[in-house]
């Protein structure tokens, strides 16, 4: 399984972008799709995951209310919409897929199946 992902690059303070990512080979079973980011010198976190056989989605708090997750699994893709991008928001963007494992899918750097390259955001003010 590859995961492709784009649509990174340069933005102003309370620009847009959106993020896409396409996966070589749908999951079988049930699984997660969503994006972490990374910025300089700190630990890779969660932005947002989506179920791909649910409409369960996750936001880590920062994003709430301006970045959106959505998927259209006829082309195997997740996109991450992101509005009103501020500074903090700059870092390398790494889509990734949790598949489901006894029942559960659990969602962390340290669990995740697979990886796409990172794609670089930056805010500039």
């Known amino acids: 399984v590859q995961l492709q992902a784009s649509g990174g690059g340069l933005v102003q303070i309370g620009g847009s972008l959106r993020l896409s990512c396409v996966t070589s080979s749908r999951p079988l079973r049930d699984a997660a799709m969503g994006w972490f980011r990374q910025a300089p010198d700190k630990e890779r976190e969660t932005v947002a995951h989506?179920?791909?056989?649910?409409?369960?989605?996750y936001y880590t708090d920062s994003v709430k209310g301006r970045f959106a997750i959505s998927k259209d699994t006829a082309k195997n893709t997740v996109y991450l919409q992101m509005n009103n991008l501020k500074p903090e928001d700059t870092g390398v963007y790494y889509c990734?897929?949790?598949?489901?494992?006894?029942?559960?899918?659990?969602?962390?750097?340290?669990?995740?199946?697979?990886w796409g390259q990172g794609t670089l955001v930056t805010v500039s003010s």
């Open positions: 990734a897929r949790a598949d489901v494992r006894d029942g559960t899918i659990r969602w962390s750097a340290a669990a995740i199946d697979y």
């Open positions: 989506i179920g791909w056989y649910s409409p369960a989605t």
